[in-house]
């Protein structure tokens, strides 16, 4: 191997490492008692795996107003998530498609104001989002929260969608009209099934952006529908006599799973989504 080469990858190498230390530490802080934590390095191994940080991190057992435990947050953001994503994703899909092929006056201009909203600050829609959510008699509830998300979502997925379809060719749209393909043919057989890179990289995205939510998820949710961020900082933050740091590092853990997860199992496609044309233009 040249020496270029080398020096490269033990670059990679030390960057790789520092990044993932902080996950490492984790890791190891939540399979160690907490006496092995007060003994211990920061960085040490665990003398011998304790599984029980786990288990009450993720015990469902409330009282009063407080939980001891994930799961039922964790519930609750599994039950936003998945409508949310499946939602925001087909409207986007539906958006894209009409502003990237089926072009109209004032499309360009519907298009950019959608664009705004991609970089709109969320702290600017509370107020008017509480207010319209109040109407609706929608406030602290999950299909509020699912509203909130798919709207705050929309945006993105339709300049997605939209950098996507634009990339075909008009002629498609004409020959296919010509055979008496109409709006929803057209997109149903011809270009839905030429959508599969795209509609990963959106259904990744916007998991992501929804189950790591903290901001609307403290805002427009009651109690009963708290998602898994809100749960994990009522853990961290709660009044104990003594500070379980094993019990926060397997909670943050847990909350992290599924986005770890998805990524791992799916982290390929969204590269290649990406450079299929996700972002182009």
Known sequence: MKPHRLLLWALLLALALFFLTPLYVMLTTSLKSMDAVRSGG????????????????????????QCSGLKPYFINSLLMVVPAVVISTALGALNGYVLAQWRFRGSELMFALMLFGVFMPMQVVLLPMSQVLGWLDLSDSLVGLIIVHVLAGLPSTTLFFRNYYVGFPGELLRAAQLDGAGFW?????????????????????????IWNDFLYGAVFSGFDYKPVTVGLNNLANTTASVKEYNVDMAGALIAALPTLLVYVLAGKYFVRGLTAGAIKG
């Open 42 to 65: 920061l960085l040490s191994l665990p003398p011998s795996l304790d599984f029980s940080p786990w288990a009450k991190a993720w015990g469902a057992a409330c009282t009063g107003m």
């Open 185 to 209: 043919t057209f997109f149903q057989r011809v270009l839905l099934p030429l959508s599969g890179p795209i509609i990963v990289v959106t259904v990744i995205w916007q998991f992501t952006a």
